[in-house]
């Protein structure tokens, strides 16, 4: 079976402070896909990222950046320098390469991310 | 204009009221799904479909049906709405490769009384 965790629930950080979101992932495929989504409190959900289980480049794109190692299945997500605009949700999620495992995403619970000024 | 769009955003019914929700995409994807979110649950998939013949039950389907009238119109319905599916519903669309992104709609929150 497949299966995400996100193990922090809540985050509440002070402006400017780093931040980095655990993802722990489970399944049996060897080729596998993850991506990170953000949801404001607008309430949309933004793709932000798309990792193939066999690149473990780690991938930095402005202020967020994205750490996978497989070795302890995790994909970590660290925003640094935090902004009051980085409050939302984030998900985690998960797609197996194998037929009957791709055919949809395996959510986490998601972590809900507070930036104080 | 919005690559995939609800109707409606906002609804408020009555218990045993009969409720559609609509999803529109212009990405051309063959691939749509509905989730619904509750607080603290995550997203949940009610249904999906693959392509106009092909659809699927997701792991809440039970009091939803959906039908899929062409290969951008997918739509969800509630045959006899009840409190408890009071929540955000989204559509969401995919390509046909492997691991390959979905995209959302705005999100229909709906509230049944």
């Known amino acids: 079976a497949q299966k995400v965790t996100q193990a922090q629930t809540e985050i509440s950080v002070v402006e400017k402070e780093d931040v980095t979101l655990d993802c722990v992932y489970e399944?049996?495929?060897?080729?596998?896909?993850l991506f990170w989504y953000k949801q404001p409190p607008s309430g949309e959900l933004v793709f932000l990222i798309r990792?193939?289980?066999?690149d473990e480049q780690n991938e930095i794109s402005g202020r967020y950046s994205w750490n996978f190692q497989k070795s302890t299945s995790s994909f970590n997500f660290t925003i640094t320098a935090s902004q009051v605009v980085d409050s939302a949700v984030y998900f985690c999620?998960?797609?197996?390469?194998?037929?009957?495992?791709?055919?949809?995403?395996?959510w986490g619970l998601g972590t809900s991310l507070a930036v104080n000024p | 204009d919005a690559d995939v769009t609800q109707t409606p955003r906002n609804r408020i019914t009555k218990t045993g009221k009969r409720i559609m929700l609509e999803c529109s995409q212009t990405?051309?994807?063959?691939?749509m799904y509905w989730y619904r979110q509750d607080p603290g649950l995550g997203l949940r998939l009610i249904y999906y479909?693959?392509?106009?013949?092909?659809?699927n039950k997701g792991e809440i389907s039970d009091g939803y049906s959906v039908s899929r009238q062409a290969q951008a119109k997918f739509s969800l319905s509630l045959e006899s709405a009840i409190p408890n599916q009071t929540a955000l519903y989204f559509c969401?669309?995919?390509?046909?490769?492997?691991?390959?992104?979905?995209?959302f709609g705005p999100g229909t929150r709906l509230t049944v009384l």
């Open positions: 999620a998960l797609s197996g390469a194998r037929t009957g495992n791709n055919r949809k995403l395996i």
């Open positions: 990792r193939n289980s066999f």
């Open positions: 399944t049996r495929d060897t080729t596998y896909y």
């Open positions: 969401a669309t995919s390509g046909e490769v492997k691991g390959t992104e979905q995209f």
């Open positions: 479909s693959f392509d106009v013949k092909d659809i």
């Open positions: 990405k051309g994807h063959d691939r």
